[in-house]
């Protein structure tokens, strides 16, 4: 039995296509990580690290909030 086919061209840039692609590697790789089980200056320590490495940054720090709203201690990396 044959069907018939249409096809239909769509443009598109490589370059923004790899970099679309590299972005949505990013997040998994976030997600998959935040998803996991650890201690949580390892996680902290971990996705700030992994954020630095991304937006290829020598420190950065995670600022953490109370429940009432007041700033706890930052969390501090430098690579």
């Given at each position: 039995?044959?069907?018939?086919?249409e096809y239909?061209?769509v443009?598109?840039?490589r370059?923004?296509?790899?970099?679309?692609?590299?972005?949505?590697?990013?997040l998994?790789?976030?997600?998959?990580?935040?998803?996991?089980?650890?201690d949580?200056?390892?996680?902290?320590?971990g996705?700030?690290?992994?954020?630095?490495?991304?937006?290829?940054?020598?420190?950065?720090?995670?600022?953490?909030?109370?429940?009432?709203?007041r700033?706890?201690?930052?969390?501090?990396?430098?690579?």
């Open positions: 039995m044959l069907f018939d086919r239909i061209s443009k598109f840039s370059s923004k296509l790899k970099q679309r692609n590299r972005e949505l590697s990013v998994l790789e976030m997600s998959n990580f935040l998803a996991s089980r650890m949580p200056g390892r996680l902290l320590n996705a700030l690290s992994k954020v630095l490495k991304y937006f290829d940054l020598e420190a950065g720090r995670i600022y953490l909030m109370d429940d009432g709203g700033r706890v201690p930052a969390w501090d990396l430098r690579l």
